[in-house]
């Protein structure tokens, strides 16, 4: 009898450790992993795939995202564009407790947490097992009544099993989620000191009827976009409201890890990195958009349209390619082919345009593009944000016309791009992203 209050003793003192561990990771903030789908650590990884096969296919992907976006401009829908082969990066964390794994799609261009629930009447095939929230001690439903469910757009009161909130997201592609809007604890790795942050009452959506093609080896989507219920936007008290993300190169050979900070390590501390305005799009509010003034290419300046107050180009991080209007694009085309010493060719894809034959061992010089934004901020775009290489004897400009303007994650490659979402910011800084490996 005696062990019972020993044993009782020292389980608190374990909790009491690890929420001090915690609350100190949470105060100087903490990163996570992302696994890019066509890294070895990702289930959608194929490794019977040639490399130059990933990369026709992240073209496909970028299509398809584009195509749903411009149809999106009309519709206050989520992004996510999960087709054939799920999205582009994909993350660990855990729900409930005890925690529960779960593996899921992460996207600026969504704006809820779901994931597939117990009992699923209506679900998409998952190989990995699915959520019972049954099983949860600090799993609650929402009531109608709660401000989360009053002030959400896609909620509504429920009447099956009990009067609760329930939710619906339809996202651009036909797919849906539909559920419970309930609370839960959400627990993260912090890839740096290999301690879980327990993140308690986050707003998640308990999916039980999903439709779609999302892939059976991931559980839902993160979304990191500007809505209230974004984990980005739920961590906003005890983050800043700042978070960042840094891609290693994802199509130069053996792709590395990228990570999400939160934090104090999402900031960007460097003094001459200038930040600029988020854009708040009255249609689409949860998506971030910028306004681009001009890109550049040695002395030639190509100006931007502008939109009113709406923005004029997406930040996107699900969509490889970058798109242009067909006028900057036409006239950034025009100046690559002034620069670029090599020979033109045909290319895989009437979507990329500009292609060069190359051979191996081959040296040639590709100009810096300088993406100009409002407020003075300057990207440098060197030749690993501005082309990519197809096949062995063949680079294409990973730029596209379009009439809806994205700025797409192989631009972002090698650069760390911090959100301020408490001041509206993003501020860019060109670096070494293999460096925080």
Not at 294 to 314: C, D, H, Q, T
Not at 367 to 391: D, M, Q, R, W, Y
């Amino acid at each position: 009898m005696t062990v019972v209050p020993r044993y009782s003793s020292f389980l608190i003192v374990l909790l009491f450790l690890h929420n001090i561990s915690s609350s100190k990771a949470l105060k100087t903030g903490f990163s996570v992993e992302l696994i890019h789908r066509d890294s070895p650590k990702s289930p959608f990884y194929r490794p019977a795939e040639t490399h130059f096969q990933r990369v026709q296919n992240a073209i496909l992907r970028s299509i398809h995202r584009a195509n749903y976006l411009r149809l999106d401009s009309l519709h206050d829908v989520e992004t996510t564009v999960i087709r054939s082969s799920a999205g582009e990066f994909l993350m660990n964390y855990s729900v409930g407790t005890p925690p529960f794994q779960i593996l899921g799609l992460v996207d600026t261009g969504a704006s809820t947490i779901w994931m597939q629930c117990q009992p699923c009447k209506n679900c998409y095939k998952q190989s990995r097992p699915i959520f019972d929230p049954s099983i949860s001690s600090t799993y609650s439903s929402i009531p109608c009544v709660a401000a989360e469910c009053l002030s959400a757009e896609n909620t509504f009161c429920s009447f099956n099993n009990g009067k609760h909130c329930a939710y619906r997201v339809s996202y651009g592609d036909g797919s849906a989620s539909a559920g419970d809007f309930s609370w839960d604890t959400i627990t993260l790795t912090s890839s740096s000191e290999n301690l879980p942050i327990a993140l308690p009452k986050i707003v998640i959506g308990c999916g039980h009827s999903n439709t779609g093609i999302f892939g059976e080896q991931s559980s839902g989507v993160v979304g990191l976009g500007n809505g209230p219920f974004s984990l980005a936007t739920q961590l906003r008290p005890k983050t800043g409201g700042i978070f960042s993300y840094c891609f290693t190169p994802m199509y130069e050979g053996d792709v590395k890890p990228s990570f999400l900070h939160f934090g104090d390590r999402g900031e960007v501390s460097v003094k001459s990195a200038v930040p600029t305005p988020l854009i708040i799009n009255s249609a689409v509010p949860f998506k971030y958009f910028l306004e681009m003034e001009a890109m550049s290419v040695g002395s030639k300046r190509i100006e931007f349209p502008r939109y009113g107050e709406e923005g004029n180009i997406l930040l996107d991080s699900g969509t490889p390619l970058t798109f242009l209007p067909y006028e900057v694009y036409s006239s950034l085309e025009g100046e690559m082919v002034n620069a670029v010493n090599l020979v033109r060719t045909d290319s895989p894809s009437r979507n990329l345009k500009l292609c060069y034959e190359i051979t191996s061992g081959q040296q040639y010089q590709i100009p810096t593009v300088f993406a100009h934004f409002k407020g003075g901020a300057v990207v440098e775009l060197h030749s690993i944000n501005t082309f990519l290489k197809v096949s062995e004897t063949k680079i294409c400009l990973a730029f596209s016309p379009s009439s809806t303007a994205i700025f797409g994650n192989v631009a972002q490659q090698d650069i760390l791009v911090s959100y301020n979402t408490e001041q509206n910011t993003v501020t860019f800084l060109n670096t070494d992203c293999t460096s925080e490996l």
